[in-house]
């Protein structure tokens, strides 16, 4: 009976970190995420730009179809490929960048939908406002990084539509376009 | 109702269009009633573009927004000195209250540790503000000069944070000069309106503060503001009182607004136009 015991106390105490660790955690892959925008200019086209420094963490548990995702994006580093135009973008007219330096995304509830898409709901800060937004997460690829012995990583597009006005982002209204499609590619690599 | 809404969302009617009739209009209603509250036609047409413009929306507290709220303290400010006479202490006052606005404008960027300039800027941008409201104070029984000294820092300002890049500064500044170009409109028609610490020092404190956010927040250059600095100093040079008030306005306003034109100028001539 205590031989029982004894194999029932180190089944548990072997188990017990696998159920601790169930829940992978990542770090984003700076040189490989890359927050993006598009925007309509005056009606005519629409304007590209995309953010050059982002930091944060993600987590995914596959056993309940659930994570969290936590992104730091450097509002100084808009990079729309036009020099005069990016200061204007950090100015107080737009992302305040000098106040308001970094802008931000919280998950509030994650579902994953399979193994390749997800729904992300969470809270988006710029320039100080909060509102919440919700990411619709395709093409989700994990697997070991090929080039990088021991490195497991996963990647995924997320998109959002949001409208600039909500976050008091209101310079060139409405000639400039109010509404704005967010892209996030991101990669992160495991912990 | 559309056609009002595209009139109310186009910046030249928010700027100048909305400011000069709201000055121009309460100052014909104060001004019979004489004393510094027609000093309140140009601060009301002030108040009209910012509604307008920003919505008088507080949080989340930026530069702007603390420049507004600043700019409704110095009116009760302005309201103390104009009924208070402290004739020794008041430039002393002012210099250390704009100051202390100047720093708390300024403080994000104090507070994140940025390289050593902007120590340098705290400096400057403090002794900025705190010299051009404690300069003015002595103007606010002087409309003629009073106003021509506020035309020539507003429009130097609006204009100059236009090209460097925050329109939403330019836009606001620019307003200012607007509700002020009103009152000298009155005024070159013979018709003198009462200026007041009530007027001269928020509008005063509030344009040299666009000037310092600008500069922190945006690309001003330095040098507009060195530039500006000298208003004060011109818009008393000495003109013989003898001569018609349109005469002695005309020159006052030029003679003030030549350093905001080489502002103007000089910040063009770097920075070129805005980029739309």
């Known amino acids: 009976m205590r031989k029982i015991y004894l194999a029932v106390a180190m089944m548990s105490a072997v188990s017990a970190p696998v159920l601790v660790n169930a829940a992978e955690q990542y770090t984003i892959d700076p040189a490989h995420t890359y927050p993006h925008f598009a925007i309509s200019h005056l009606g005519f086209s629409t304007m590209h730009g995309r953010f050059d420094k982002t930091e944060g963490d993600l987590t995914i548990d596959w056993a309940k179809n659930s994570g969290s995702v936590n992104i730091k994006i450097d509002a100084a580093s808009v990079n729309t490929g036009f020099a005069k135009r990016d200061d204007h973008l950090r100015s107080p007219d737009f992302l305040n960048a000098a106040e308001f330096p970094t802008i931000t995304y919280k998950s509030t509830k994650v579902v994953i939908a399979g193994k390749k898409s997800a729904k992300v709901e969470g809270e988006l800060t710029i320039a100080g406002t909060t509102k919440p937004v919700t990411l619709n997460v395709e093409r989700i690829n994990c697997g070991d990084h090929p080039m990088k012995k021991g490195a497991y990583v996963c990647g995924f597009d997320a998109t959002a539509k949001i409208k600039r006005s909500d976050f008091g982002v209101n310079y060139g209204l409405p000639a400039v376009g109010d509404e704005m499609v967010l892209s996030f590619e991101v990669e992160a690599e495991r912990k | ?276």
């Open chain 2, 1 to 276: 109702m559309v056609i009002m809404d595209n009139l109310l969302t186009n910046p030249l009617v928010q700027s100048a269009v909305v400011p000069f009739i709201v000055s121009l209009i309460v100052a014909l209603i104060l001004r019979p009633h004489g004393w510094y509250w027609t000093g309140l036609s140009a601060v009301a047409g002030f108040a009209a573009a910012v509604y307008l413009i920003t919505d008088f929306q507080l949080f989340p507290l930026r530069s702007d927004r603390k420049i507004v709220l600043l700019g409704c303290g110095a009116v009760v400010l302005g309201v103390l000195l104009d009924l208070v006479r402290w004739r020794r202490l008041a430039p002393g006052l002012l210099f250390v209250a704009g100051a202390a606005a100047c720093l708390w404008l300024l403080w994000p960027r104090i507070n994140s540790f940025d390289a050593w300039p902007i120590w340098l800027l705290a400096v400057a941008g403090s002794a900025y503000v705190g010299w051009l409201v404690a300069a003015s104070v002595g103007l606010k029984d002087k409309p003629v000069q009073a106003d021509s000294m506020i035309f020539a820092l507003a429009l130097g300002t609006g204009l100059t944070a236009l090209l460097g890049a925050t329109a939403l500064y330019g836009q606001l500044a620019s307003a200012i000069a607007a509700a002020i170009g009103a009152r000298l409109l009155l005024q070159l028609f013979g018709r003198p309106v009462a200026a007041g610490a009530l007027m001269v020092v928020p509008l005063v404190a509030v344009t040299a503060l666009f000037g310092i956010g600008a500069l922190a927040y945006s690309k001003l250059p330095w040098y507009t503001l060195a530039l500006l600095a000298l208003v004060p100093l011109l818009v008393r040079l000495p003109i013989p009182a003898r001569w018609p008030l349109f005469v002695q306005l005309m020159i006052r306003v030029g003679v003030a607004a030549l350093p905001a034109a080489v502002a103007i100028y000089l910040t063009w001539r770097d920075l070129g136009a805005p980029p739309i």
